[in-house]
């Protein structure tokens, strides 16, 4: 089944404590992203990868880290988690599709995780 | 500043009727523009892709509509269902360096 995993579904942590959240999609998307989702805010970009090694900050990359070492992963790393962090996380993939104009591809969203700190 | 703006907010029909979502985006340049669903709490869903070409898209009885000129898309939905009751998003896309999404309509369909 094609699908986008996330890993964990729910954490709640501490500030200052380093925390990975995974991101695997079986389907050989070169595109993938996380956004965040905020009440009242809608859904915003934190970054992005156009294929493997290659990454890009979305509208809010503060606080966060990515790493795009294999074309199925796109592990986002918070090194010291604050409270303004917490928030429902999303990662999806698409297909590139040609040049740099923008994907007219389905993009796939994973089911979402949720992180409070505190 | 880049913006999507969706009408109505919120929005409650009975079962069976027909209703349609608003889109207002000042994004440019323009790249595509999606409606996306989205149950509570889980990711969402793609309903309808249109690029600028393109100015309508249908999707069972989901049915996309896009001026580019005027920089507005509709989303009409026909005989409405139980299950359509959810957020209904709009994303404006520059390119990959830019996505805007608009903060939704959350539709309730009621029996």
């Known amino acids: 089944e094609a699908q986008v995993t996330q890993n964990p579904r729910y954490l709640i942590t501490v500030t200052g404590k380093k925390l990975t959240v995974t991101c695997s999609q079986n389907m050989n998307h070169e595109y993938m992203s996380w956004y965040r989702q905020d009440p009242g805010l809608g859904l915003r970009q934190i970054y992005y990868s156009m294929n493997v090694e290659v990454t890009d900050k979305g509208d809010v990359p503060e606080g966060y880290k990515v790493s795009r070492k294999e074309k199925r992963n796109f592990p986002l790393i918070l090194e010291s988690p604050s409270p303004n962090q917490t928030s429902l996380y999303f990662c999806?993939?698409?297909?590139?599709?040609?040049?740099?104009?923008?994907?007219?591809?389905?993009?796939?969203f994973g089911p979402g995780t949720r992180l409070t700190v505190t | 500043k880049n913006q999507v703006e969706q009408s109505p907010q919120s929005l409650i029909i009975l079962e069976g009727k027909n209703c349609t979502l608003q889109c207002n985006y000042t994004v440019s340049p323009f790249s595509n523009l999606r409606w996306y669903k989205q149950d509570t709490g889980r990711g969402p869903v793609s309903l309808t892709i249109?690029?600028?070409?393109?100015n309508t898209k249908s999707n069972g009885r989901y049915t996309a509509t896009l001026d580019a000129d005027t920089k507005q898309s509709s989303l009409h939905i026909t005989a409405s269902q139980l299950s359509d009751s959810a957020s209904y998003i709009c994303?404006?896309?520059?390119?990959?360096?830019?996505?805007?999404f608009g903060t939704g309509t959350k539709l309730q369909v009621i029996p």
């Open positions: 249109m690029t600028f070409s393109e």
């Open positions: 999806a993939s698409s297909y590139k599709g040609p040049g740099t104009s923008g994907s007219s591809y389905e993009q796939y």
């Open positions: 994303v404006v896309s520059e390119g990959y360096q830019k996505v805007t």
